[in-house]
């Protein structure tokens, strides 16, 4: 009886080191591959444009319900910004203006169980304020390429590896009026709403809802290199008195992006503390 009880003894510790063993491996394997589709079965959702103030929020804030794949240009910004978050954003480093690498990754993030559920188009660059009869025909193609095209090939893809869910597109609030010196960037804006408006009309009979959000001045970007006192004088021609956050802009996109917005598509929420009423 004695010898039974030992024998028994023993493959119960023996179970457990088994046991113990399996858990580290399946820690350890996601831990290094973290992209594996095969892995989970957490909803997917891309942010083209993860770098930045706005694209590290929009991204995070998506982390807590999606595992997230962060675009981005600056590989060493995006792991960063991975660790913080391991295992829900995988870092994807590429410029947004190459077609190819750009349909690569979406399709990377649709080839989950549930296909990609949230696509979030954040691509833009600025540009110093020049009235446009003075301005250079390179830097005008390059803000267009990047700031319009890009959102524009994004959405491309994104519409057919869908087959539902949510796309948000990051105006501005350059995007729904005009702004001195700022032709190419309001053009694109404008552009970008555009591309909103008409996609959602054209997808939602498939159950996709297309919307964007239209930032106002926003503590995110070359703003930041200021001292504190002109974010605050910009801030004063706002009516709340401050420059809104970027965590203000990603709620926005989050409610966008989920089921809570059902029924909205179409749409351009306004980011901006009343400026545009």
């Known amino acids: ?32 591959h973290p992209q594996d589709p095969q892995d989970g079965a957490a909803m997917s959702a891309i942010v083209i444009g993860a770098n930045g103030l706005i694209g590290n929020e929009i991204t995070r804030t998506l982390a807590t319900t999606h595992q997230v794949w962060a675009v981005g240009r600056d590989a060493a910004a995006l792991n960063r910004l991975a660790a913080s978050a391991p ?20 399709e990377r993030a649709a080839r989950v169980d549930e296909g990609l559920q949230v696509a979030v188009n954040n691509v833009g660059i600025g540009h110093r304020p020049t009235p446009l009869g003075d301005f250079d025909l390179t830097e005008f193609d390059a803000v267009i390429a990047t700031t319009l095209r890009a959102v524009a090939v994004g959405m491309k893809y994104e519409l057919q590896v869908m087959s539902g869910g949510a796309i948000v597109n990051v105006a501005s609030s350059a995007g729904t009026g005009g702004a001195p010196g700022m032709s ?3 053009a694109a804006k404008h552009g970008v709403v555009g591309l909103t408006r008409t996609a959602a009309i054209d997808y939602a009979s498939a159950g996709i809802r297309v919307n964007a959000v239209a930032p106002g001045p926003i ?25 809104g956050t970027a965590a203000e802009v990603a709620q926005a996109v ?8 059902s029924y909205v598509t ?11 009423a």
Request: no cysteine.
């Open 1 to 32: 009886m004695l010898v039974d009880e030992r024998t028994h003894e023993h493959h119960t510790r023996l179970d457990r080191i088994i046991h113990i063993l399996n858990a580290s491996l399946h820690d350890r394997k996601h831990q290094e």
């Open 87 to 106: 295992g829900r954003i995988i870092a994807t480093p590429l410029d947004a203006t190459d077609d190819k690498s750009l349909l690569a990754a979406i």
């Open 184 to 186: 190419a960037y309001v």
């Open 219 to 243: 503590e995110s970007g070359p703003v930041m290199a200021q001292d504190r006192s002109v974010r605050e004088r910009i801030g004063s021609f706002v009516p709340m008195r401050r420059m």
């Open 254 to 261: 989050a409610w966008l992006a989920s089921e809570q917005a």
């Open 266 to 276: 179409g749409i351009v929420v306004d980011v901006d503390g009343g400026k545009a």
